[in-house]
Structures are given as C-alpha cells and as structure tokens.
C-alpha cells in the first residue's frame, strides 16, 4: 500500500521541480513529461490500493491529474494543424497551465494531508469474505461482459453491446471483493484490456 508519507515526499518533489525550473508553468516540454509522471504516480498508486481500503481520494486525485493536468498537455503537445486535420480541437488560453498546475499540486496536497482524521475510515482494510456463490456470480458477469465487449468491437450493435460490455466491471468488482483466487490477474488483464481498446 503506498503510504500518505510516500505521498508526501512525492508532492515535495513535483513542487520542488516546478519551482527551481524557470519559466516551467508555461513550457509544455516541462509541462508534458510533469503531467505524465504525475498520472502514472496517482494511477499506480490507485491499483496498489485497489480492493485494499477506501479509494474516494485516490480517484479525486487519479481524476483531477488525468484532467486537469494530463490530457490538457498531450493536446498542448500535438500540432495544431494534425489536431484540425482529425477535427478535434481543444482550444486553451496561453496563461491555463498558470493556473492548472498550482491548482492540481494544491488539490494534491490538500488531499494528502491528514487533516481531521479524514482517513480513519480510509484505514480500515477492506477483507474479502470467500463466498463461492459471488464469484460464480462475478465470473458469468465478468465473461458475459467481455464476450459483449469483443462482440461490440467486430459487430457494433449499439446502446445495447455498449450496456452489456459494462457486466465485466461490476464483475471484477464482485471476483475482488469474494476472494476470487484469480482476483488480480482478472483486474489487471480487464484495466490492460481497457488501456489498448
């Protein structure tokens, strides 16, 4: 589990990064690589924690990395004219990293500190009871899920296949939380499955 003092020397050391580089809120070839060791640090972090304890605050930081900071940069970084040749624009003020990037670290920062006893509830592990009858449960939906995903991307079939394909998330939730033996190769392959498509 990646402690909130691993969280906290990180964020010293993004701030550190930011403040002794000149000039960085407004370099999108600091920017850029910023914004990814930022997502891969928070997504690790979320699947390390997964099925382990409360993640309300992995995810808020997970989202407001992968949209605030993360996918604002990668477009920064194409080329205007390859960005209208495939007709997607995102259009951004020069001075949005000004403000994005101290926003997200404050966010960050905020989120890693202690304060209130916030946590007590994100401390508490989370056991998984072994319940045969769940994770028979999960594994039809987990594989009537991926069965309508593989089916949508060679036949799309609409609103349908598109609701059926989401069977595999919830049943990777139930193969997490009954004690499923293959409870993480599933995850991981079914996140794998989700970053190639």
């Given amino acids: 589990m990646i402690s909130h003092r691993i969280t906290l020397i990180f964020l010293a050391g993004a701030t550190l990064a930011v403040l002794l580089r000149e000039n960085s809120l407004y370099d999108i070839e600091f920017i ?7 997502f891969a640090f928070y997504f690790i972090k979320l699947l390390v924690n997964f099925g382990k304890r409360m993640l309300v605050g992995d995810v808020l930081e997970v989202m407001s990395v992968t949209y605030l ?21 995102m259009p951004m003020s020069e001075k949005y990293f000004v403000l994005a990037i101290p926003t997200v670290m404050a966010t960050l920062i905020g989120l890693a ?33 991926m069965a309508f995903t593989f089916i949508n991307n060679v036949f799309p079939m609409g609103f349908i296949s598109e609701f059926l394909s989401g069977l595999a998330k919830v049943g990777v939730l139930y193969l997490l939380f009954s004690g499923h033996r293959l409870k993480l190769v599933i995850l991981y392959s079914y996140l794998g499955m989700i970053l190639l498509e």
Wanted: glycine share 4%; hydrophobic share 45%.
């Fill in 32 to 38: 850029l690589p910023f914004g990814t060791v930022l």
């Fill in 69 to 89: 900071l993360f996918v604002p940069a990668l477009f920064k970084s194409y080329d205007t004219e390859y960005l209208e040749q495939i007709q997607l624009q």
């Fill in 113 to 145: 500190l202690p304060l209130f006893n916030r946590y007590a509830n994100e401390k508490n592990i989370i056991k998984a009871n072994e319940d045969p009858t769940f994770q028979k449960v999960g594994m039809i939906l987990f594989v009537s899920g």
